[in-house]
């Protein structure tokens, strides 16, 4: 390896878990077509998906590292291990914005009355930011997919249904059915980024400690 990652590895190590991301991309697009202008269903199906699923290649990318029997041997290679944690993540956490940036330009184009591109790519870029810091820490402190996904379901559907109330001081879903202008997005944005980079951090410190495994 000779402390270089193989990120195409780490793409096949996945499995069926890495189109996952696609597939909820393709159902996405397929929804506002099917709901051509109607923004006031586009949005909310964006912003209570969308955002979300960047915890998923969080979660997966450390599936084999830390669940799989004899996973231990990989910290014993050569390679840095921030290139193990933060690179990797990071790595596909751009390939998903990039993904994101593709979606809201399809979507963009069919809509007629008004322009989504900027103003929900600061928004869904960042909420996404966010659940890709919860899927890396929520990994690494549990060990298990499995766990992480309950983590994940458990926070997103009680934000949603108490439309972030039950735990205002980590909600970052806007709720809003409409384009909100640019500038009324850089609160939450700003606060979306600031929580995110915390989860980051954290997971990437508590990564770098990890000596055993479940």
């Known amino acids: 390896m000779?402390?270089?990652?193989?990120l195409i590895f780490d793409w096949k190590a996945m499995g069926v878990n890495a189109y996952i991301p696609f597939i909820v991309v393709l159902v996405l697009i397929s929804y506002s077509k099917m709901k051509q202008d109607a923004l006031?269903?586009?949005i909310p199906a964006l912003e209570l998906t969308f955002p979300v699923f960047a915890a998923w290649w969080s979660i997966f990318l450390f599936q084999d590292v830390v669940e799989e029997p004899g996973s231990e041997t990989l910290f014993s290679y050569p390679i840095k291990r921030w290139k193990l944690g933060l690179a990797r993540v990071g790595f596909f956490f751009i390939i998903y914005i990039i993904l994101m940036l593709i979606m809201l330009f399809i979507i963009?184009?069919?809509?007629?009355t008004e322009e989504i591109l900027l103003p929900l790519a600061i928004q869904l870029g960042t909420q996404s930011f966010f659940f890709a810091g919860v899927g890396f820490l929520s990994m690494v402190l549990f060990l298990k997919s499995g766990w992480a996904l309950v983590?994940?379901?458990v926070y997103t559907s009680t934000q949603v249904l108490t439309r972030g109330t039950l735990i205002p001081i980590v909600n970052i879903f806007i709720f809003n059915q409409g384009v909100l202008p640019i500038s009324d997005l850089w609160g939450p944005a700003l606060f979306s980024v600031l929580m995110g980079t915390i989860f980051w951090a954290l997971a990437h410190m508590l990564f770098l400690k990890i000596r055993h495994f479940v």
């Open 151 to 153: 983590i994940l379901v």
């Open 2 to 6: 000779k402390g270089r990652l193989n």
């Open 108 to 112: 963009d184009q069919w809509l007629v």
């Open 40 to 42: 006031t269903h586009i």
